[in-house]
Nanobody, 123 residues
């Protein structure tokens, strides 16, 4: 049973933009924090951005601050990641996660994960 489904990944040139979407079928989605993580080949899964249940508080990894924006639509049960000024080092599989216990920048804190969407940024 798939609870989170990401979409919107693709191939883009450096400096370009993409918007990732995450559709949630979790009944408790509106009560929980959501986040985006990414994983490049041979690397661990890393924090990108997080948003609280209401959408009023967000936090970002230093590497994406000022370029990426996380948002959510609780009525539609969606989480978004707008990515601007993309760089080759942003290339990774991007994962949506929901429901954190503990530190919101740690992957192990999240209960629910999507299957990921590939983002490739060419130089």
């Amino acid at each position: 049973q798939v609870h989170l489904a990401e979409s919107g990944g693709g191939l883009v040139q450096a400096g370009g933009s993409l918007e990732l979407s995450c559709a949630a079928s979790l009944p408790t989605f509106t009560s929980h924090r959501a986040a985006w993580f990414r994983q490049a080949p041979g690397e661990e899964r890393k924090f990108v951005a997080t948003i609280d249940w209401s959408g009023s508080t967000t936090s970002y990894a230093d590497s994406v601050k000022g370029r990426f924006t996380i948002s959510r639509d609780n009525a539609e049960k969606m989480v978004y990641l707008q990515m601007n000024a993309l760089r080759p080092e942003d290339t990774a599989v991007y994962y949506c996660a929901v429901h954190a216990d503990g530190r919101s920048d740690l992957a192990r804190a999240y209960h629910n994960w999507g299957q990921g969407t590939q983002v490739t940024v060419s130089s």
